[in-house]
């Protein structure tokens, strides 16, 4: 079956750097658009970055310049580097597989501390 499984999440520090993994089983994971979204305690869950299985990436404007989402497909991986961390990234954060239809990872929480 298909697993998503998230790794890399904690407590981050305001203006340090958290890196999340997500590897990927039961999927060609090449084949698949790739992504992070976050969801925060009574919100939406919003998306942060997304990565195309041809490596365009795209980022919500509230991450741009500090995160980075990269693919590493020997590994089925998919990487998000967050730096200049602030409070307001305090959420679960959730990889995302697509190819017309959707998996999700189970979540990892991430809490920056002011």
């Known amino acids: 079956q298909v697993q998503l499984v998230e790794s890399g999440g904690g407590l981050g520090l305001f203006g340090g750097s958290l890196r999340l993994s997500c590897v990927a089983s039961?999927?060609?994971?090449?084949?698949?658009?790739m992504g992070w979204y976050r969801q925060a305690p009574g919100k939406q869950r919003e998306l942060v970055a997304t990565i195309r299985n041809g490596g365009n990436t795209n980022y919500a404007d509230s991450v741009k310049g500090r995160f980075t989402i990269s693919r590493d497909n020997a590994k089925n991986t998919v990487y998000l580097q967050m730096n200049s961390l602030k409070p307001e990234d305090t959420a679960v954060y959730y990889c995302?597989?697509?190819?017309?239809?959707?998996?999700w990872g189970q979540g990892t929480q991430v809490t920056v501390s002011s």
């Open positions: 039961g999927i060609r994971f090449s084949l698949y658009n």
């Open positions: 995302n597989a697509a190819l017309g239809f959707s998996y």
